[in-house]
C-alpha cells in the first residue's frame, strides 16, 4: 500500500510538467520577454514590441530596437467518429511541424512628451498538412491543408498630455 501512494504522488506531482498549450492562432504574447513572462506585455511592457498589447507602453521602454523570431510546433489532427460515410478515422496533420514567427520594434522618444515606434510581428505558423486528406470519404482529394498567416504593421506615436 505505501509503494503505491508513493507511485501516486510521485504521478500527481510530475504530471503539470506534461501539459501543453497554445493560445490557439494568437500568440501568447508578442516580444520574447513577454512571452516569457506569459504574455503580460499589455501591462508591463518591456521592449519595443509592446504597441503589439499597449500602444501607450512604448513611453515606457526608451530608446530601443529589438529583434526576434519565436518557433511554433504545435500538435495537429482531426478525428472523425459516428458518420454514415465510413468507419472512424484519425488523421495527422503535422506534415509541416515547426514554424518561424519573426518580430520587430524600434522605439524612440523624441521628447519627454512625444515617443514614437513601430512593431511588426506575425500571427500564424497553425496551418495544416494532411498527406491523407479527413475529406476523401466526402469526395476531397488528398493531400489537403490550411495555410492562414498574419503579419501586422503597427506604427505608433503617442504624446503624453502631461508630464
Known sequence: MRKQLIAAALTAALAPGVALA????FAHGYGMKSIGMGGVGIALPQDALAPATNPAGLTMVGDRLDIGAAIF?????SNIQGNLFGPDASYDGNDSSSFVVPE??????????????VAVYGNGGMNTDYKQSPFT?????SPAGVDLMQL???PTEFESLSL
Not at 73 to 77: A, D, H, L, S
Open 22 to 25: 497554445t493560445d490557439g492562432y
Open 152 to 154: 501586422f504593421i503597427a
Open 104 to 117: 520587430f520594434g524600434y522605439s524612440k522618444t523624441i521628447n519627454p512628451r512625444l515617443t514614437v515606434g
Open 137 to 141: 470519404r466526402f469526395g476531397g482529394a
Open 73 to 77: 510546433r504545435p500538435v495537429r489532427g
